[in-house]
């Protein structure tokens, strides 16, 4: 499914290093794992677009997208990127438009499934600072 170097891994081995899941205990990424849907995108597709809703979150698991604010394109994403999470996260409306340049592999996660990964207050503070780190990066220069 997921490989390295040619070598297959699981999807809960993927996400133990999505960097917004970093430190994320394998039973909580199980259950996460649970919980997503995997699609595939060709090239051209249009994954989000600025200022609609945003109703789920894409990790990057192959393939790469073009992020754009208004006309601008202000960076791609690489596999193991979150595309979708602030305006999922902060309840805003989406903050790029994002367009696939290869066929992409994703693997979706409704917000819904989200929620919970802030009930444990250990997970939550582990997670926002992923999150935090995540976001200071070229994203939130546009």
């Known amino acids: ?21 970093q430190g994320v205990p394998k039973k909580e990424l199980a259950r996460i794992d649970s919980h997503i849907d995997e699609v595939h995108f060709s090239a051209g597709r249009t ?12 990790i990057v698991a192959d393939g ?15 596999v193991g990127e979150l595309i ?3 305006g999922v996260l902060k309840h805003v409306p989406r ?10 592999h994703l693997l979706v996660i409704n917000p819904r499934e989200l929620d919970w990964l802030f009930d444990d207050p250990k997970l939550a503070e582990r997670v926002q600072q992923n ?12």
């Open 1 to 21: 499914m997921f490989h390295r170097h040619g070598v297959p891994r699981s999807r809960i081995e993927f996400l133990a290093e999505v960097p917004f899941l």
């Open 47 to 58: 994954l989000t677009t600025q200022g609609a809703g945003a109703d789920e979150v894409f």
């Open 64 to 78: 790469v997208a073009e992020v754009r604010v208004g006309e601008e394109v202000v960076g791609e994403t690489s």
């Open 84 to 86: 979708g999470e602030i």
């Open 95 to 104: 903050t790029a438009t994002v367009i696939a340049k290869t066929p992409m």
């Open 131 to 142: 999150l935090e780190r995540h976001l200071g990066g070229p994203q939130a220069e546009g």
